[in-house]
């Protein structure tokens, strides 16, 4: 039986390839019932040139450079492959696709880096020129209990 009633939810975000951020959405009193289901809200993220934009449970708050208590970015450590065009791909190559280990990650192929918003801003534009800002996809979830 859980005992606390207050909770941390932080969600994995997707940012690129090879580029993932914790992001903590919520820290406040709730049951674990309520942290679950803030947690499976659907959530839309938007990283800007200095601050990410977070729309959840009705709910909006800009996160800046200076809350780095509020996000922390990671690098996949592990050589993935080329992406592939699976447009291209017939059925039977996208499921072999998906079961390829050598496109799999663990949380263990992932190191912590210290940067700020602005620095992966500047590091996807340079991959993607013609964007001005980046929507996240959301990976997973963890809630703690405080």
């Not at 820290?27 to 977070?54: F, H, P, Q, R, T």
Request: with cysteine; net charge positive; glycine share 2%.
């Amino acid at each position: 039986m859980r005992s606390s009633n207050k909770h941390r939810i932080i969600q994995l975000m997707d940012v690129a390839l090879d580029i993932s951020v914790h992001i903590t959405v919520y820290v406040g009193a709730c049951s674990w019932d309520k942290a679950v289901e803030l947690a499976n809200e659907k959530l839309v993220a938007i990283l800007k040139n200095d601050y990410m934009d977070i729309y959840s449970a009705g709910k909006y708050q800009r996160i800046d450079n200076k809350s780095k208590d509020k996000y922390k970015f990671e690098v996949c450590t592990k050589k993935l492959p080329k992406p592939v065009n699976v447009a291209t791909l017939s059925n039977q190559e996208k499921e072999a696709l998906l079961l390829d280990e050598r496109y799999m990650t663990t949380f263990n192929d992932y190191r912590a880096v210290d940067w700020n918003i602005n620095a992966v801003y500047k590091y996807l534009r340079n991959l993607y020129p013609d964007k001005s800002e980046f929507h996240l996809s959301s990976l997973a979830y963890r809630i703690e209990e405080l």
